[in-house]
């Protein structure tokens, strides 16, 4: 019930009991396997496992049916990483069942996670995404055929949006499909399409939901800066997890108050400079493990470099630096010239981060919104919005 208390409660998807309520939401090119292990390192802190379930980068059924070599290495997971969670994204019915069934051949996932949350217009303009949950019978058809190719062992869960706009939402209905054809829980993103990543989330949507999908367990994603804010969404909405996602972005420790707050400890990450230095320091170490190529782990490490350092008397000048590093003794020299005794800075550091823009036009093809079924026309271009997607 909403007003609830949010004391430690576990998690339970499928046959996986995890025993921090907190899951990493998939973000596109952020949420590698190295970014993975770090939040894991952090969330093992105070937590009886790793504090949380911790979710691939999107993929692309189509990809991996396709059979490309990147999309493949994105969902093979570390042997530290269990459960092993995937996130897939499919506009066919067909595509995601034997991309499911091939993930099951091959054996890389202990639970896969559907995306129908993104907003990007090149996606959504054909049909894909966010916009996708209003066409209810293809939305179903999609849900079923994931659940039926994973089986019992592999639970699906999926993630969504409050609707297209406020005159279109979808909420309520992919929630109740999801329960009845089989799916292991749902998470809602508490904005909808039109509203992309600005405004406030919604958690009166996410209390809706809750009091609506009484069967399966519902996650509420938006907003979720800290662990007290992830207490007080599962307090007002009576959710039963929370899905975080850009409020740990340069700051992979919040998974290390997630599991203290939820645990009912005080115990809160206030790192120092050198302490920043030290984690950003560590992820340069995980990328090269990852990508088993030290120029291409800190190529890909420059992107957060100003979430790292956000708030911290960094100047502009040594940030370029850092974002233009060229290898990990580049790196370990810029960082040397840091005041790395300069404490935690407190309210400068915290807060949202990360991309939110303002409202956007929804963006979906012609005459999409006048009914839910697919139309033949639809259908027979929905296939391009597979063809480069992200985020949700």
Same mark, same amino acid.
């Given at each position: 019930m909403p007003g609830s208390s949010a004391a430690r409660r576990t998690l339970t998807i499928g046959p996986h009991t995890i025993d921090t309520p907190v899951v990493l939401a998939p973000?596109?090119?952020?949420?590698?396997?190295?970014?993975?292990?770090?939040?894991?390192?952090?969330?093992?802190?105070?937590?009886?496992?790793?504090?949380?379930l911790y979710v691939s980068e999107m993929v692309t059924t189509r990809a991996l049916v396709e059979d490309h070599r990147e999309s493949w290495r994105l969902v093979t997971m570390g042997e530290r990483e269990t459960p092993r969670s995937v996130q897939l994204y499919g506009v066919d019915p067909a595509t995601v069942r034997r991309a499911v069934e091939m993930i099951r051949e091959r054996d890389l996932a202990d639970h896969i996670d559907l995306n129908f949350g993104c907003p990007v217009p090149k996606v959504t303009r054909r049909g894909g995404g966010g916009v996708l949950p209003w066409k209810t019978e293809l939305f179903t058809r999609i849900v079923s055929a994931a659940v039926e190719a994973a089986g019992p062992e592999v639970p699906v869960t999926v993630k969504t949006r409050v609707g297209i706009d406020d005159e279109h939402q979808t909420f309520r209905d992919a929630g109740l499909i999801a329960q009845e054809v089989g799916a292991a829980a749902i998470a809602l993103h508490g904005r909808t399409v039109v509203q992309h990543y600005s405004g406030q989330a919604r958690w009166q949507a996410i209390t809706e939901l809750k009091e609506l999908v009484t069967d399966i367990p519902v996650l509420g994603n938006g907003d979720i800066w800290s662990a007290e804010d992830a207490i007080e969404m599962m307090k007002q909405t009576g959710c039963d997890g929370v899905v975080v996602g850009r409020g740990c972005q340069g700051r992979p420790w919040l998974f290390a108050d997630l599991a203290?707050?939820?645990?009912?400890?005080?115990?809160?990450v206030r790192p120092t400079l050198g302490d920043v230095a030290q984690t950003l320091r560590r992820h340069a170490e995980l990328l090269v493990e990852y990508f088993e190529?030290?120029?291409?782990?800190?190529?890909?490490?420059r992107k957060h470099v100003a979430w790292y350092f956000k708030g911290y008397p960094v100047g502009g000048e040594m940030r370029h630096r850092l974002a233009t590093m060229e290898s990990l003794a580049d790196l370990d020299a810029k960082l040397a010239e840091l005041e790395l005794t300069s404490p935690y800075p407190g309210a400068a550091v915290e807060g949202p981060r990360g991309r939110a823009g303002t409202p956007k036009k929804a963006h979906v093809p012609e005459g999409w919104m006048t009914?839910?079924?697919?139309?033949?026309? !639809?259908? $027979?271009? @929905? !296939?391009? $919005?597979? @063809?480069?997607?992200?985020?949700?």
């Open positions: 973000m596109a090119g952020i949420t590698n396997m190295a970014f993975r292990l770090l939040c894991r390192e952090f969330g093992a802190l105070h937590s009886e496992d790793d504090g949380g203290a707050g939820f645990a009912g400890k005080p115990d809160r190529d030290e120029g291409r782990a800190v190529r890909d490490l009914s839910r079924e697919l139309s033949p026309e !639809h259908a $027979a271009r @929905l !296939h391009e $919005a597979e @063809l480069d997607t992200s985020g949700g």
